[in-house]
């Protein structure tokens, strides 16, 4: 196997993968354009097969192992995605696999897992981040001798992911002026850096990776890939805390920006995508488009593809992505507010603290019998964030004490 990714390979690995993959969509999207002033293009890798465009590399990975390889089987670490490409290459190839995933990993992708593999692919939780079930994969590996198929650090899996790359190229009426580009470990950017810059060296490469898990910032800043001490794990198809030590000088050298986006921003993309454009993106799907609404204002230099990576969201975190949205946008806020304790003291702060079109989305007071003050938690949402100002004017010139809970505070950790 060779070390160094090079377009050559990701030539080889779109012939392996054309009878097997779907030629995504390249489409223009009127939402985005509005927005940026200028062209912007969708590379719709949600309507893949497995849904995302993690099939890509681990199907070229598996279908290149030689025979005895494939005997003793394969094992991967995934936070859901690319263990379905596995699962969907090793039901294909007819090889045993073991897919270690993280306790976070959301119970649809785990059961699409285990749907697509059928009886020739084990599920396995191990740990509760995506580092410690790769942990789990490897010494798997290690004990049973099964090939180890990584989600990004390795050159067959960032050739078949770059034929996202060759694709965007092959289907746009002129080459983009930018591509933005979702970020986790960086095998997705890799591969369509190294297509780029052979076939359209000048166009502009934005990687987009979640704030609460900024594993490349952080590695371009150190020189060199190194651990997250923290990771959020809520954009979890991108939540990895150590960027490849194959894909970082791939991007150190060839990707041009990238730029840490609020998981608040991810949110309203996301509800953006579905409500408007009827698309169904899952957190890390939506970053790139997150990314150039919030932090590229020049689509007018010519047209910018954002890849919608994957659309394998959970129903179910709807609820925790539209809160987090209105956090983001200034809509809703929360605060810790003392009362005291004597009656009419709420009836006073809904009649003079309150204004028109703003109301109470969450209120838990704690009253204590001894003491003559209770706190409250008071979640208020506004029409417009603009009406924020009035409102804290309003809490500071009442008699109630009133802190106002922070995004960033851990406090909200609870909230959320």
């Known amino acids: 196997m060779t070390d160094r990714l090079t377009a050559g390979l990701i030539s080889q690995a779109a012939e392996r993968l054309r009878p ?15 927005l940026l002033g200028g062209q912007v293009l969708l590379k719709r890798e949600d309507a893949q097969v497995c849904r995302s465009y993690k099939v890509r ?30 699962a969907f290459a090793c039901a294909r190839l007819g090889i045993s696999g073991r897919v270690y995933v993280p306790s976070t990993t959301p119970r649809q992708k785990r059961e699409r ?40 650090d390795d050159v067959r899996t960032m050739a078949g992911q770059g034929t996202v790359g060759l694709e965007i190229l092959a289907q746009g009426e002129e080459p983009p002026h930018t591509v933005v580009v979702p970020v986790g470990g960086g095998g997705l950017i890799s591969g369509i850096a190294v297509w780029l810059r052979e076939h359209s060296p000048k166009t502009r490469i934005v990687g987009a990776e979640p704030a609460g898990a900024a594993s490349m910032r952080a590695a371009l800043d150190h020189g060199g890939p190194v651990a997250l001490p923290e990771l959020d794990t809520f954009v979890d198809g991108a939540a990895v805390g150590r960027v490849g030590d194959a894909t970082f000088p791939l991007v150190k050298d060839l990707v041009d920006e990238v730029v840490a986006v609020d998981e608040g921003a991810v949110c309203t993309e996301m509800l953006d995508l579905y409500q408007t454009d009827g698309i169904i993106a899952e957190p890390a799907g939506a970053l790139a488009g997150a ?52 009656p009419g003291a709420l009836r006073h702060f809904l009649d003079e603290v309150l204004g028109e079109g703003e109301d109470i989305i969450a209120f838990e007071y704690v009253k204590k019998n001894n003491r003559e003050t209770g706190p409250a938690l008071v979640g208020i949402e506004l029409e417009r964030a603009g009406d924020l100002d009035s409102l804290l004017f309003r809490m500071k010139s009442g008699p109630l004490t009133v802190e106002r809970i922070p995004p960033g505070s851990p406090l909200f950790t609870f909230i959320l």
């Not at 697509?116 to 396995?124: A, F, H, M, S």
């Open 291 to 342: 990314a150039a609404r919030e932090l590229l204002p020049y689509a007018s230099d010519g047209p910018v593809v954002c890849v919608v990576s994957g659309g394998n969201n959970d129903v179910s975190r709807y609820n925790e992505v539209l809160e987090r949205s209105l956090v983001h946008i200034g809509l809703r806020h929360y605060f810790l507010v003392t009362f005291p304790q004597r």
């Open 20 to 34: 097997v993959i779907r030629h995504t969509a390249l489409e223009p999207n009127q939402r985005l354009s509005g």
């Open 113 to 152: 897992i285990a749907a697509l593999g059928g009886d020739r692919v084990e599920v396995v939780v191990g740990g509760g981040t995506y580092d410690e079930a790769s942990g789990a994969a490897h010494a798997d590996s290690e004990h049973t001798g099964a090939i180890y198929v990584h989600p990004f």
């Open 57 to 86: 590399g681990a199907f070229n990975l598996i279908a290149s192992l030689t025979d005895e390889e494939r005997r003793r089987g394969v094992v991967c670490a995934s936070a859901g995605n690319h263990g379905q490409g596995v």
